[in-house]
């Protein structure tokens, strides 16, 4: 029985706003609210709370046996309990169903797998405790930005203790090879690969709405009929998505969302079994390895890491970025770290592109900046204050291994100061205690035992007793 997994994918950037070169140093808030509100607003009426409302009612109408994955960035998830918090509750409904899988990934959907490991994983760490605290699952599957994947990601992944990874069935690394099986990993063999299947993929999320391709109009019967008629031992078609392409690229008047409610009942009748991805792998074994010693990605025709690494400018501003990395993870600034997150997202890399190619048009449709050239200015000016603010804290003139010593020298210190004040602490209360218990003996009253009567006693009573009564006499 063949498989299909859907990954829908969410995120959002924090948009910058304009920022002058005379800013810097004046103004250290660098973000477009204005922006993101009303765009992620907009995209969660449009899209994502009607998509969200479409999968429940697949999973219900299928008894849920409709099932899929989901992939958010952290980014998006801060932007939505902000702006749209009612579509948090629906990402809790649908993790509620046991039908929904969420995947691993990078917190700001960052570019760090290629610049910094050691930030790479602490992205990964960051966002996989984001999505346990909200929606209770310990992502078990690996989706790196845009897919981004080589072999060194692969030991990266695999050491962060994930088996599964997805990445995209780039044809020009398989070759002959088909995309709908398992493979694993050259360099990490018990690191397993899901690979994306982008024509099928394509077909609805870039042709479904499009009257001059060859097989428009697309129906649901019609798509499922030609994952059908895949030869028998490709197993498993992964398609990829983004979450946004339902309602907004592909208004709710196309048909769309009509198409997809179909699509469990076609496959319920040609033997299809819609699931998600640690499923589908628990169910399978790796037909061969993969070796991919250059970075591959699912974004333009290249299918590389050009669109953010592609120019001068792009190779500049993530140099620059980077190159503080190691003292922003030093540092105990809670607002420093929080713009460091921001401006790791890979969106302002991406609006820097200056490829010439016809997939080149998509990059300029996306991004908020006239030119490639301003998208670089204005990443710039905000970097330039940014790094103001860590040479504030930690001066250049101080190398990072000094400065490291340094840190741990005074954390031990503020260490021993928090145990000493705790055992001065406990030492005063020792002392109020024992001051408590002697006042309380000294306002004890004392009780006087009773005399015992001795032989003189009585002696001296019997004298006493004579003397009065002689007394008495001699009165008489």
């Excluded at 009942?265 to 640690?278: A, L, N, R, V």
Aim: glycine content about 4%; hydrophobic content about 40%; proline content about 4%.
């Amino acid at each position: 029985m063949k498989s299909v997994c859907f990954y829908f994918k969410i995120h959002q950037p924090y948009r910058l706003k304009r920022y002058r070169f005379f800013d810097i140093g004046n103004d250290h808030y660098y973000y477009d609210d204005f922006a993101d509100d009303e765009i992620i607003t907009r995209v969660a009426q449009n899209s994502y709370i009607p998509m969200a409302d479409t999968l429940l009612d697949m999973i219900q109408q299928s008894n849920r046996e409709f099932k899929f994955a989901i992939s958010i960035s952290g980014t998006a998830i801060e932007q939505l309990q902000m702006y749209v918090p009612e579509y948090i509750d629906k990402l809790r409904q649908l993790s509620e169903t046991g039908c929904v899988e969420f995947l691993s990934g990078t917190y700001s959907h960052s570019l760090a797998s290629l610049e910094d490991p050691e930030e790479f994983m602490r992205e990964v760490k960051a966002h996989d405790d984001l999505i346990y605290r909200l929606f209770g699952q310990k992502p078990k599957v690996f989706a790196n930005t845009e897919l981004i994947y080589d072999d060194e990601i692969a030991m990266m992944v695999a050491s962060m203790g994930f088996k599964t990874t997805l990445t995209d069935g780039a044809k020009h690394i398989l070759g002959w090879k088909s995309p709908n099986y398992l493979y694993r990993a050259c360099t990490a063999p018990d690191l397993k690969l899901l690979l994306t299947n982008d024509k099928l993929a394509d077909d609805i999320s870039m042709n479904f709405n499009n009257p001059e391709w060859d097989e428009y109009p697309l129906t649901a019967d019609k798509y499922v009929n030609w994952i059908a008629s895949l030869p028998e031992e490709e197993q498993v078609v992964n398609l990829l998505m983004s979450m946004d392409t339902f309602g907004s690229f592909l208004p709710a008047g196309t048909g769309i969302f009509e198409f997809m409610k179909a699509l469990p009942m076609f496959g319920k009748e040609k033997g299809i079994q819609f699931t998600t991805p640690s499923e589908a792998v628990a169910k399978l074994k790796p037909v061969d390895e993969l070796s991919i010693p250059y970075p591959i990605s699912g974004i333009d025709e290249a299918r590389d890491v050009s669109a953010w690494k592609g120019n001068e400018l792009q190779r500049e501003a993530l140099r620059k970025l980077y190159a503080v990395a190691e003292r922003v993870s030093l540092c105990q600034d809670r607002r420093l770290k929080q713009d460091w997150e921001y401006l790791q997202s890979s969106d302002h890399f991406y609006y820097m592109s200056t490829k010439n190619m016809a997939d080149g048009a998509s990059h300029a449709a996306f991004s908020p900046y006239d030119s490639p050239f301003a998208a670089f200015t204005n990443y710039m000016n905000v970097l330039a204050d940014f790094l103001v603010r860590v040479e504030e804290q930690y001066p250049e003139s101080i190398d990072n291994e000094e400065l490291n010593s340094l840190l741990l020298t005074i954390r031990n210190q503020a260490d021993e100061i928090t145990s000493l004040k705790k055992e001065v602490t406990s030492f005063r209360t020792d002392m109020e205690n024992r001051e408590e218990n002697l006042i309380e003996v000294e306002e004890k009253p004392v009780k006087k035992a009773p005399a015992k009567k001795t032989a003189a006693n009585k002696a001296a009573v019997k004298k006493a007793t004579a003397g009065k009564s002689a007394v008495a006499k001699e009165k008489k």
